[in-house]
């Protein structure tokens, strides 16, 4: 799966297992998300997928008019409306930080 959040927070795993029903979960290695997104990590996109892939995302994404995503390259992003992004994926929300 792969879950959105505001740039400067963090997950809080507590949060993101409860609402998933599970006791543990493990964060993909580098390798694993290049082969799962076709991104190498720090600039992965939820858009451009090679397969479907579960995708998750704090409410604290839709506090701002406007979002920057990752571009599928280092140092480039995506802005995009945050409407625009809602009805482009299905995204499942929830609160996922502190």
Do not use: C
Not at 35 to 43: F, L, M, Q, V
């Amino acid at each position: 799966m792969l879950v959105l959040i505001a740039g400067s927070m963090k997950v809080n795993w507590t949060k993101l297992r409860r609402h998933l029903g599970v006791s543990r979960i493990t964060t993909a290695t580098p390798e694993q998300v290049l082969e799962i997104t076709g991104y190498p990590p720090g600039a992965v996109s939820p858009f451009g997928l090679p397969s479907p892939l579960r995708i998750l995302a704090d409410h604290g994404i839709t506090d701002h008019g406007e979002i920057s995503l990752g571009a599928g390259i280092p140092n480039a992003g995506i802005l995009l409306a945050r409407d625009d992004l809602l009805n482009a994926l299905k995204i499942e929300m929830g609160d996922f930080v502190d």
